[in-house]
């Protein structure tokens, strides 16, 4: 007997590590980027008092829909269906420009995403290739692989995936295709498998291709980038930012954004300027965190997770 999909909670990954870095002020104007199913924003709330606000934002219909109930017994919270990219939208909107006091982002897939076999993210349930966050709008996988031409395909695995099969795999993808649709993720996982002359015993053989094209399809790392440059703009002096990073790609844009942001405009070293004339928007808060055993041991799908902070400075 097989077990219903869509079973397992999320499980809010560094929660109160997350929580204790933001520095809640209770009064204070916050920014949940990816709801998922409210986890850090039901922490985030509880340390709001009448006064605070939170702004939560998911690109996923499905975690509106399960926060819809929160929402409805909390004024607090402002929850729209929404791509993080429409940051500076939103708290215009909410006239909080240059008054939010943190921004949290936990990025890539939620438990409910990815126990979902409908949603096609995983290639441990046999499911339809859809692999879209936001369901309403743009193309499914399955769609995109039957149209992509070799080369491109081989470049999205190696470039989003680290996949140095890639050539092999997108070559056996764009020849399958002309005798069959690809249409499924036990399909596609497979045609990766058969592609590889080698496997990593520690991984599943479709581990990094499925990482890859959900990257691609959702355009994670040019929304994050995006996300980033306009959490600057919004946060208030002292305000903080935690992201919350599964992978080594996304981690690298965070870690180069804050470093960039904290080290300051660079300039020639020979030009006449003094100290105080080099804006330092960002400083870094404390060292990358990472789970402990302990919290891998409970959710595994924690072990990759890394917690980096930076707080807005006052002189920006
Ligand atoms: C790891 S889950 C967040 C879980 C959440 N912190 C909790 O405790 O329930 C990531 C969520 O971010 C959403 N997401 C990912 N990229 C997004 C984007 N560019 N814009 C908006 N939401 C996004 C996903 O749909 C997913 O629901």
């Not at 829909?65 to 929160?70: R, V």
């Not at 004339?277 to 072990?303: C, D, F, M, W, Y």
Request: charge should be neutral; include cysteine; glycine fraction near 6%.
């Amino acid at each position: 007997m097989s077990l219903p999909s869509c079973t397992l909670p999320h499980l809010p990954v560094l929660r109160d590590e997350t929580i204790a870095a933001l520095h809640i002020q209770p009064g204070g104007r916050y920014v949940d980027a990816t709801f998922g199913r409210g986890g850090h924003s039901t922490a985030i709330l509880a340390k709001l008092n009448a006064d605070g606000q939170l702004l939560a934002l998911d690109q996923d219909p499905q975690a509106i829909a399960a926060g819809q109930a929160l929402a409805a017994q909390d004024a607090r919270l402002h929850l729209y269906h929404a791509a993080f990219d429409s940051l500076a939208l939103h708290i215009d909107k909410l006239g909080w420009s240059n008054q939010v006091n943190g921004i949290l982002l936990d990025l890539g897939l939620s438990s409910p995403q990815l126990d979902d076999a409908q949603r096609g993210f995983s290639f441990q349930h046999d499911g339809p290739l859809d692999m879209r966050m936001d369901t309403t709008c743009g193309e499914p996988l399955w769609a995109w692989l039957a149209r992509v031409d070799e080369r491109t395909l081989a470049n999205v695995i190696y470039q989003y995936g680290e996949e140095r099969w890639s050539r092999r795999i997108a070559r056996l993808i764009v020849e399958t295709r002309t005798q069959t649709p690809i249409l499924t993720t036990s399909q596609l996982a497979a045609l990766v498998a058969r592609a590889q002359p080698r496997v990593d015993a520690h991984k599943h053989p479709a581990t990094r291709t499925f990482q890859a094209l959900r990257i691609f399809l959702n355009r994670e790392l040019s929304q994050l980038e995006s996300v980033l440059a306009q959490a600057l703009t919004v946060l208030a002096p002292g305000g903080r930012i935690a992201v919350i990073s599964f992978h080594s790609l996304e981690d690298r844009i965070v870690k180069q954004f804050f470093r960039r942001h904290a080290q300051g405009d660079s300039f020639p070293p020979d030009l006449p300027l003094l100290a105080q004339e080099i804006t330092h928007p960002l400083r870094l808060v404390g060292k990358p965190l990472q789970p402990n055993p302990a919290q891998i041991q409970a959710n595994s799908r924690a072990r990759s997770a890394r917690l980096r902070v930076a707080e807005k400075q006052s002189t920006s």
